[in-house]
């Protein structure tokens, strides 16, 4: 099969080597961004007369038809044409004749294929940061409902302090929307136009790099033609930006398994979302978020990958880079599903506010509490947190919950203890105590879940 740059060779290319070094299996996923880039680059190529008028009109129809023939479905791409560009190009002068050749002028595959990435990140950037938002709302949703509901909070996986569940849900809110602020400034770097840069060191054509980008609604050109084809900083950005949403959802991943096991049972995920056993009947497993969890692996492999890949490449371009798409292709699709399946699953999931009050009901996470009631009496907080100790102790030594001591007792410990012990000590009053900004004090869930809701309006 003949080659587009087939000239210099005296030999066809061995099938084994056009197998491995061709890219279309996977960057056919480039193919509305390679017209678009197309179709920009050759209306420029006519309006700085470095291609005649009538060339450019049969140029941009022969592009939008080859774009219907993809959408179709009627294009049968091949190895022998290695990649989306040259396959598309192929294609168009299959169905236009040679004009269909002077596309390619004062252009290079380099800087076309790095154009393609940043119009197809670009669009990924912009839904990600909707589902995201998406996301938000449903934590949002959750936190709503659950503003009065109270579970015990923990470190070290050990029972704490009692919190609102609200407030829990809203830590996530402030993750995500962190992760959203990320998307949002890695598209500053992600809109920045590659082409024009040639192969590597600009074109000869007097070209307007500037009337690309306009068109293509790119902010700036890159500064440095070396620097614009060999560029992948913002693939591994978007990889890293990925990796930390992955983050953050396997390990809400990992609260819901917990809370879901009979041992919690603090929430029920919606049937529509869990799955059965072949063999255990009673089962009803936390797939999604297990799935999620693991899935997390591959997303930090990509972005690892691409690291190893950039590593000690010499400058400009070098083949190793068309292993930059697998795993952003990959990463853009575990990402997709894992967001879409999210938000609906926090909206329908069940909270089982009983059971967690009854949690707070029967643990220790009212201690601090009065250690503080003790410190506003006098007492060093050393000392008070040593009294404080001491009747915890004694409680488990006699299978009972501080709420449960009676007012001499709690004199065993401290004269300081006053009948109003029991008020201070009620998991309402426990929470409602932490009245500082961005404590789990009601009103101050209340005010963050306000402020998360005017930032979900802005963005
Ligand atoms: N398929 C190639 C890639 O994805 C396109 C650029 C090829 N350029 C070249 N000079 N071989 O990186």
Redo the contacts with the bound molecule.
């Keep these: 099969m003949s080659k587009l740059w087939g000239g210099r060779f005296t030999k066809q290319t061995d099938q084994l080597v056009e197998e491995y070094t061709a890219?279309i299996m996977f960057?056919k996923a480039l193919a509305e961004e390679d017209i678009q880039g197309s179709l920009a680059h050759v209306t420029m190529l006519g309006k700085c007369g470095i291609l005649p008028a009538d060339d450019v009109e049969k140029i941009k129809d022969g592009l939008l038809k080859v774009q219907g023939m993809i959408r179709r479905g009627e294009v049968e791409f091949t190895v022998g044409d290695?990649?989306?560009?040259m396959n598309i190009e192929k294609t168009l002068i299959d169905e236009i004749g040679p004009v269909g050749g002077k596309l390619h002028t004062g252009r290079?595959?380099?800087d076309?294929?790095a154009t393609d990435m940043h119009l197809y990140l670009r669009k990924r950037v912009v839904e990600f940061v909707g589902l995201l938002n998406k996301l938000n709302e449903a934590l949002i949703g959750q936190s709503l409902a659950n503003l009065d509901t109270i579970v015990p909070g923990y470190t070290h996986l050990q029972r704490a302090q009692p919190i609102l569940f609200a407030h829990h849900m809203m830590a996530y809110v402030s993750m995500f929307q962190r992760d959203i602020e990320r998307m949002q400034d890695s598209y500053k770097r992600i809109n920045s136009l590659p082409l024009g840069a040639g192969?590597l060191a600009g074109t000869t054509f007097a070209i307007d790099r500037h009337f690309v980008a306009q068109q293509l609604k790119f902010d700036r050109v890159y500064e440095n033609s070396l620097d614009a084809v060999s560029d992948r900083d913002f693939i591994v950005e978007f990889l890293a930006n990925a990796a930390l949403v992955m983050t953050h959802l396997s390990r809400l991943c990992e609260e819901l398994v917990l809370w879901s096991s009979t041992e919690f049972a603090f929430v029920e995920l919606d049937d529509a979302f869990c799955t059965g056993s072949s063999i255990m009947p009673q089962k009803k497993n936390p797939d999604v978020p297990e799935l999620v969890r693991g899935k997390t692996g591959r997303v930090y492999g990509n972005l690892f990958g691409l690291l190893t890949v950039l590593k000690a490449l010499p400058l400009a371009?070098n083949?190793d880079?068309?292993e930059?798409?697998e795993g952003m292709f990959d990463t853009v699709k575990t990402l997709q599903g894992a967001l879409q399946l999210f938000a609906p699953m926090i909206a329908t999931m069940k909270v089982n506010r009983e059971r967690m009050r009854q949690a707070v009901n029967q643990d220790f996470s009212n201690a601090t509490d009065i250690a503080d009631y003790l410190v506003n009496k006098g007492l060093p907080f050393r000392q008070a947190h040593e009294v404080i100790g001491k009747t915890v102790l004694y409680c488990i030594q006699n299978k009972k919950y501080l709420l449960d001591l009676k007012i001499e007792e709690f004199h065993q410990f401290s004269k300081l203890f006053d009948t109003n012990i029991y008020d201070v000590l009620q998991p309402e009053n426990v929470v409602n105590a932490r009245n500082v900004y961005g404590g789990t004090a009601s009103n101050q869930v209340s005010e963050a879940i306000e402020r998360a809701q005017k930032q979900l309006e802005e963005t």
């Design positions: 890219s960057d290695e990649d989306i560009h290079s595959r380099n076309q294929v192969a371009y083949k880079m068309q930059d798409k």
